[in-house]
């Protein structure tokens, strides 16, 4: 897959897939947008109430939600064990370009989180373990509960197949009691589906640019 590197609004870089006309993230603003649905309306609600957090990420890309996860676990003592899956990993070529970090401390970190081995837990720091897993949401099985799962396919619109009603079915039984799956997307198809589930579905404001973004609980 062809990919090439474009600049966000909010200065942060992202990525263009030319045979999709889709990019990685928001062209708002990469990190602002991971901050709003991943971090602020995922992470830190549930960092306030458990002591050790599992989390899956469907769609690892370039690793900015990893990464950005690891910083609040860090900053907030809280213990998170984050499973990325991804079918089409960035090469390595193209990542070391990615100019989201400014500190040399926080580019070294991203880069020993992009260079991680594949499906090998790697301790980030003490508070966040980290395992990438090279497989696509569909063949994938899990093998242990989430409490949180950050869905970061691109759109239905580039790639309809990450919208299937199989794959939240698959996601449900993925998820504890109790836990929660975040996304930017807020279409109505979606939100139906994951309510059919037996999802209890949730909209909150978007990040800059995006009216609504989902939350959804397992209860
Ligand atoms: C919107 S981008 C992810 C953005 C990423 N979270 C980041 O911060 O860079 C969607 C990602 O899903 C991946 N992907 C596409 N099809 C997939 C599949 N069937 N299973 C798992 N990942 C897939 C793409 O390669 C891409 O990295």
Not at 71 to 88: K, L, N
Not at 137 to 162: N, S, V
Not at 173 to 187: D, F, M, R
Not at 193 to 201: C, P, Q, S, T, Y
Request: proline share 5%; with cysteine; net charge neutral.
């Amino acid at each position: 897959m062809k990919r090439e590197i474009r600049l966000t609004a909010d200065g942060s870089p992202t990525l263009y897939v030319p045979e999709l006309d889709e990019t990685y993230h928001s062209r708002h603003g990469s990190v602002q947008e991971a901050l709003h649905v991943f971090i602020a309306n995922g992470l830190k609600p549930l960092a306030s109430k458990n002591k050790s957090i599992q989390i899956l990420e469907v769609g690892f890309g370039t690793g900015l939600n990893a990464f950005l996860s690891a910083q609040f676990a860090h900053e907030h003592q809280s213990s998170v064990q984050y499973t990325g899956i991804e079918a089409f990993p960035v090469e390595e070529a193209i990542w070391r370009q990615l100019s989201y970090f400014q500190k040399p401390e926080e580019k070294a970190i991203y880069y020993e989180l992009m260079a991680a081995s594949w499906e090998e837990p790697l301790a980030l720091n003490s508070n966040f373990t980290l395992t990438k897993v090279k497989n696509s949401i569909q063949d994938w099985q899990p093998k242990a509960l989430f409490d949180l799962i950050y869905f970061d396919a691109f759109g239905p619109r580039a790639q309809a197949e990450m919208w299937n009603k199989a794959i939240f079915e698959k996601l449900f039984t993925a998820l504890n009691k109790g836990g929660v799956l975040v996304t930017y997307c807020a279409q109505g198809q979606f939100r139906r589906d994951l309510k059919a589930i037996g999802f209890e579905v949730l909209s909150l404001p978007g990040p800059p640019g995006k009216r609504e973004m989902t939350r959804a609980y397992k209860i």
